[in-house]
T-cell receptor, first 111, second 114 residues
Framework: DAGVTQSPTHLIKTRGQQVTLRCSPK?????VSWYQQALGQGPQFIFQ???????QRGNFPDRFSGHQFPNYSSELNVNALLLGDSALYLC??????????FGPGTRLLVL | GNSVTQMEGPVTLSEEAFLTINCTYT??????LFWYVQYPGEGLQLLLK?????DKGSNKGFEATYRKETTSFHLEKGSVQVSDSAVYFC?????????????FGAGTRLFVKA
């Protein structure tokens, strides 16, 4: 049973560029959430997708956008990258009893 | 809003020592409570969970009890190993807009010395 997968594992971009991160949820899960984890901090909720729609959103600017595909996989897009966007981006899918299962993350470095 | 507060680290222990990492929460309603662990360079792994008051979650020798009266979910292990060195996050489920999200504490880094 495959868990949550994410790609790429690492990424280096420069300020002002755009980036797309990808996630496939755990088998049988239909809801995907994205989190940003800055160095030395806990993960912060960005947004959640269900039935190809954004269902909830955290306190992140519109530069952060997403998409969910019919096979439940998801993308996170970040436009006009800032140095402060450097972080580990985690994808999670929803399981039983309000439990979220996390992927290994994509480490983004913005120079 | 809902939030989680956990003890600051780092916590440094010798192998076979007893571990306690304190966690308290603020929430409306009755959230599920979790401990996640993050090993160096990796994502988050679910360590244990409890879904209602007085439930005890346990896994790999770690345990935590959902205490509604003190709004706490402290993590304990009787005898730590070097391999337990990691960052531990206390978290709760936050319901809204037809779904839920996870709210995390800031994390507590644990170092275990041989």
């Amino acid at each position: 049973d495959a868990g949550v997968t994410q790609s790429p594992t690492h990424l280096i971009k420069t300020r002002g560029q755009q980036v797309t991160l990808r996630c496939s949820p755990k088998s049988g899960h239909d809801t995907v959430s994205w989190y940003q984890q800055a160095l030395g901090q806990g993960p912060q909720f960005i947004f959640q997708y269900y039935e190809e729609e954004e269902r909830q959103r955290g306190n992140f600017p519109d530069r952060f956008s997403g998409h969910q595909f019919p096979n439940y996989s998801s993308e996170l897009n970040v436009n006009a990258l800032l140095l402060g966007d450097s972080a580990l981006y985690l994808c999670a899918s929803d399981g039983y009893q309000e439990t979220q299962y996390f992927g290994p993350g994509t480490r983004l470095l913005v120079l | 809003g809902n939030s989680v507060t956990q003890m600051e680290g780092p916590v440094t222990l010798s192998e076979e020592a007893f571990l306690t990492i304190n966690c308290t929460y603020t929430a409306t309603g009755y959230p599920s409570l979790f401990w996640y662990v993050q090993y160096p360079g990796e994502g988050l792994q679910l360590l244990l969970k409890a879904t209602k008051a007085d439930d005890k979650g346990s896994n790999k020798g770690f345990e935590a009890t959902y205490r509604k009266e003190t709004t706490s979910f402290h993590l304990e292990k009787g005898s730590v190993q070097v391999s337990d060195s990691a960052v531990y996050f206390c978290a709760l489920s936050d319901r809204g807009a037809g779904g839920f999200k996870t709210i995390f504490g800031a994390g507590t880094r644990l170092f275990v010395k041989a």
